[in-house]
């Protein structure tokens, strides 16, 4: 599917566009129809191909016929044009977070900057402070988001190396030389940004293996290819390798490529002490080279003395003392979860009616959803007034009465305001089924400020969770500097759930703060803030997440069933 692809392509015209100067309602028009692309479920290929392309919200004819050429040629004559009147550092200083299309304009046509180095050059030379609409706080804003990117460089987010790494598998599983296959990795472990793809295969035909898995139609180009390790890169720029190895050694060769390095040291000073070594290609008798065991990662752990550790707690953050002590974590499983507290409607800035989410909730096996659009102040994302709450109200008891199978929750995301209190007033809130509470203005403050903003929020007594507590925006935007022992306590104190936010770009609460919660006492919620039904499924970043902190089905929210829900949130 190339719906991102394209998605992609329609934003970068709207913001070269909007760079040239060009009327909003022109702009406007792409990046509609990039968000109705990105949010598909359908392949736009196919679409393109049966002429159904105008049949989309917001894809004109014009539109359309662009997107038909880029799918059937691979490019777009307009779009190289355009590239031709912008120099082409100027799409790359788009990248950097807090720079927006107009500060780009006014960069380039006031300094002549057009690359990342220039624009560093002038932010530290102090030139960017006379200009309208900037000062000395943009410049050292600027600077932290050039650092920002350049530390996360060369890495995807975590859906996008999963789902990539996902569809690889099932196109190799077509080979029927292949006795097992696995991801491996940084992937296998789920962490939130993965650098490349590790894929490994038990085979006796090894050729056979490579030479199906370069013909991948998603091969932009082959690195290496050998008999055991060939690399290739996708067209959207992810590297994957893929290694094989003998049915004897394939568990030992999971266990050594899923990592992690800290882990794998680790657990090798433990083979030492017992007498082995081991490898990537199993477990042997240290003195005499004898193959004992590497067949299954679960024969290595077992005659090394250890319980079978999860792929996600392979960090050496304690694990392997926890499995000598049997005393890991039953970690929570996506199957655990009863329903998501955290999607937005159409109400506000979602894409889907109640009905639609509901029913889609309910096909994903769902016992519940919690509706959460956005307050009153938040003009940009339709928050509602508080007259347009009791209609949504009246809407949620209707279709309650409608749909089997599924509870719909009536909730807010309430925005905290700089003081900490919100934008409702009590009074509102407890019409609500829960609230949930969030910041999504006024990110500029010191670490006191904004502890204390979010644990006067904890306060209310109408607030059950805390969304995406730290507000980061990975590859884009920095985490609050907070004193998260003191929102812990705070959260445990006042008996507020805090989030972790399953949007594959936030996975916040991360999993360091998730382990350090639960050490305190803290109880979590697993939402993926959903402003589309295609959203719903990214619950299972945030269920990586959360067992990546060593979270279990008893700390996590929406594990209850709806009647044990209702209890604990008062509704």
């Known amino acids: ?69 880029y799918i059937e040629t691979g490019s777009l004559t307009f779009f190289e044009k355009l590239k031709q009147e912008i120099p082409e550092g100027i799409i790359e200083l788009l990248e950097i977070p807090g720079l927006g299309p107009k500060k780009v304009a006014a960069l380039y046509n006031k300094l002549g900057i057009k690359t990342v180095e220039e624009l560093k050059k002038a932010c530290e030379e102090g030139k960017l402070r006379g200009l309208d609409g ?24 975590l859906n996008l190396a999963y789902e990539n790494g996902s569809r690889y598998v099932e196109y190799m599983k077509q080979l029927p030389y292949i006795n097992k296959i696995s991801i491996a990795g940084s992937l296998r472990r789920m962490k939130e940004t993965i650098g490349d793809i590790d894929i490994l295969v038990s085979s006796d035909k090894p050729e056979e293996v490579m030479n199906h898995f370069v013909a991948y139609p998603e091969v932009k180009q082959v690195l290496l290819k050998g008999r055991t390790k060939t690399s290739v890169i996708l067209e959207d720029g ?13 568990g030992a060769a999971l266990q050594y490529f899923t990592g992690s390095k800290d882990h794998n040291i680790a657990l090798r000073g433990i ?31 077992r005659t090394l003395g250890l319980s079978y550790i999860p792929p996600e707690l392979r960090e050496n953050r304690g694990e392997i003392e926890a499995s000598l002590n049997n005393s890991l974590p039953n970690l929570v499983t996506y199957e655990d979860i009863k329903g998501d507290l955290h999607v937005h409607s159409k109400w506000s800035d979602g894409l889907n009616t109640i009905e639609e989410i509901a029913i889609k909730a309910k096909e994903l096996g769902y016992e519940y959803i919690g509706i959460a659009d956005h307050s009153q102040s938040l003009k940009i994302a339709k928050g509602l007034s508080e007259e347009r709450i009791l209609s949504k109200i009246e809407e949620i008891k209707k279709l309650n009465g409608e749909i089997e199978g599924i509870h719909i929750l009536c909730g807010t995301e ?18 609500f089924d829960f609230v949930v509470a969030g910041i999504h203005m006024g990110f500029k403050m010191t670490r006191e400020e904004a502890t204390k903003r979010i644990t006067t929020a ?40 805090l989030e972790i936010n399953a949007f594959p770009d936030r996975l916040d609460l991360n999993d360091i703060y998730c382990k350090r919660g639960k050490e305190m006492g803290v109880k979590f919620v697993i939402n993926t803030d959903a402003h589309s039904i295609t959203h ?31 209890k604990v949130i008062r509704c």
């Not at 990546?548 to 996590?556: N, S």
């Open 271 to 301: 083979a030492i002490k017992k007498g082995y070594k081991l490898s990537e290609y199993g477990l042997f008798e240290k003195d005499t080279d004898r193959y004992v065991t590497g067949e299954t990662e679960e024969e290595v752990y």
């Open 134 to 157: 900037f000062g000395e706080i943009t410049e050292r804003n600027i600077l932290r988001g050039i650092q920002l990117k350049e530390k996360t460089q060369g890495r995807f987010l």
């Open 414 to 431: 309430c925005d905290i305001k700089q003081d900490g209190t919100l934008d409702y007033p009590n009074a509102i809130l407890k019409k």
């Open 1 to 69: 599917m190339k719906n991102k692809e394209v998605a992609n392509l329609l934003y970068t015209i709207a913001d070269l566009l909007d760079i040239r100067g060009e009327i909003p309602f022109k702009t406007r028009a792409y990046r509609t129809a990039a968000q109705t692309i990105e949010n598909l479920d359908e392949d736009i290929e196919i679409l393109a191909k049966e002429g159904k392309l105008e049949t989309l919200p917001g894809v004109g004819k014009a539109i359309a016929k662009k997107i038909t050429e």
């Open 238 to 250: 992810i590297q994957v390798d893929l290694r094989v190895v003998e049915e004897k050694s394939f």
């Open 536 to 566: 719903l499924p990214y619950m299972q970043y945030g269920v990586a997440t959360a067992r990546r902190g060593w979270l279990e089905k008893k700390d996590i929210l929406n594990t209850l069933p709806i009647n044990d829900l209702k």
């Open 458 to 497: 904890m306060d209310n007594e109408y607030v059950n969770i805390i969304a995406h507590p730290t507000c980061r925006l990975i590859g884009r935007r920095e985490p609050f500097d907070l004193d998260m022992d003191e929102i812990f306590e705070k959260a445990v104190e006042t008996n507020t759930y």
